[in-house]
């Protein structure tokens, strides 16, 4: 049997640009990707949206980040102007990376960004496409779009065809940089549910009487609950969390004391937040950013999971999980942000009482294997 061939030295490959260009979930499943350009690369220069720069500065092998509001991906997009084109090609001379590896999902299009790297003097671009991307790309990898690949392992894919691969001793999960910030005057000691409400579409909520049933349910049993959510959530966690009453064990809003509820609304940062899960015996969250940011610190999710994207490509990769919800209801792969079906049925059908089952689960399992 022929030997495989030692990889590159770390840093022949120079500079290299990668693009991810959405949400904060999208940049923290490109982890592993970015970090297998990372062991060969000299530098990682991430180009990320507004979404997404928090979660892409928390990733190990990024160097620095640009930011960009990309048209065609931003789900409230600015117009396609010379100026704001103009911006996007500035930035990207000034870095005068050696090559790009745009990142996308397989119903994104890598082809115009690729035509704005091309403008910005980039001499080797990789990407995914189906579509004939002429000049465009120099690598381009062609998938089975019918086949529910993990977007983690999607990425790395590429990464790996484009002459990158992870090193010795990365098993391939997501990740985020260490030291994370001190969370326990926030919290509490670790051990706590942490429960995320908000969403980034509407199509992927769980209904907030739901929530708050929830809440109830694990406060009345004496677990510690921490409510987390964005800035623009802080009404939604404060109506979840203070419907924990003097009735229910504990003090609400006392970390540390059984049965409390703590509302973290708007109160940290991605890195603060990342540090509140990692303390967490289990998160329970939607489809969306902070499922991924549990998975990157280890913590087991229980994902109530609206089915207009496959579970299978984005449910929280590479921690134990509990995947509920109807995976096959009407608005399976509709990708809607929108729900379609009237009374929103894949989710508000999932009992509170499933989702504590599921804590439990996940908390005994995470016990046992420590």
Request: charge should be negative; glycine fraction near 12%.
């Amino acid at each position: 049997m022929t030997a495989p061939a030692p990889l590159p030295a770390a840093g022949s490959a120079g500079t290299v640009l990668v693009a991810r260009v959405d949400n904060a979930g999208d940049v923290l499943l490109a982890g592993p990707a970015i970090r297998a350009v990372a062991a060969r690369a000299r530098e990682v220069v991430l180009l990320a949206g507004p979404h997404g720069r928090a979660a892409g500065e928390l990733l190990p092998g990024v160097s620095r980040v640009i930011e960009w509001r990309t048209p065609w991906i931003d789900p409230e997009p600015p117009p396609v102007t010379g100026e704001h084109t103009a911006r996007l090609i500035g930035a990207v001379r000034d870095v005068a990376p050696d090559e790009a590896l745009i990142l996308t999902s397989f119903h994104q299009s890598p082809l115009p960004l690729a035509l704005l790297l091309r403008l910005a003097g980039v001499p080797r671009i990789s990407a995914i496409s189906n579509d004939y991307p002429g000049s465009l790309l120099d690598l381009r990898r062609v998938v089975d779009e019918d086949v529910d690949v993990p977007e983690a392992e999607r990425m790395l894919g590429l990464a790996r065809e484009a002459g990158f691969d992870l090193p010795p001793g990365d098993g391939g999960g997501l990740a985020v940089r260490r030291p994370l910030p001190e969370a326990g005057h926030l919290t509490g000691p670790p051990g706590y549910v942490v429960v995320h409400p908000g969403v980034s579409a509407p199509a992927r909520a769980w209904p907030a009487e739901n929530w708050t049933d929830l809440v109830r349910r694990l406060s009345a049993e004496g677990l510690r609950v921490v409510v987390t959510g964005a800035p623009g959530e802080k009404e939604l966690t404060e109506r979840i969390a203070g419907a924990v009453t003097g009735g229910v064990p504990g003090a609400p809003g006392v970390p540390g004391a059984a049965g409390a509820v703590v509302d973290l609304g708007g109160a940290t940062t991605m890195a603060e937040l990342a540090a509140v899960l990692d303390g967490a015996s289990v998160a329970v969250v939607a489809n969306t950013g902070p499922a991924h940011l549990a998975a990157a610190v280890g913590t087991p999710v229980v994902s109530l999971f609206a089915p207009v994207v496959p579970a299978a490509r984005w449910a929280p990769y590479g921690v134990a999980r509990v995947v509920l919800g109807d995976q096959h209801a009407p608005c399976r792969g509709t990708r809607a942000r929108v729900c379609p079906v009237p009374g929103h049925p894949c989710l508000s059908s999932v009992p509170g009482e499933r989702v504590v089952e599921a804590v439990r689960r996940l908390a005994l399992s995470q016990e046992a294997a420590v």
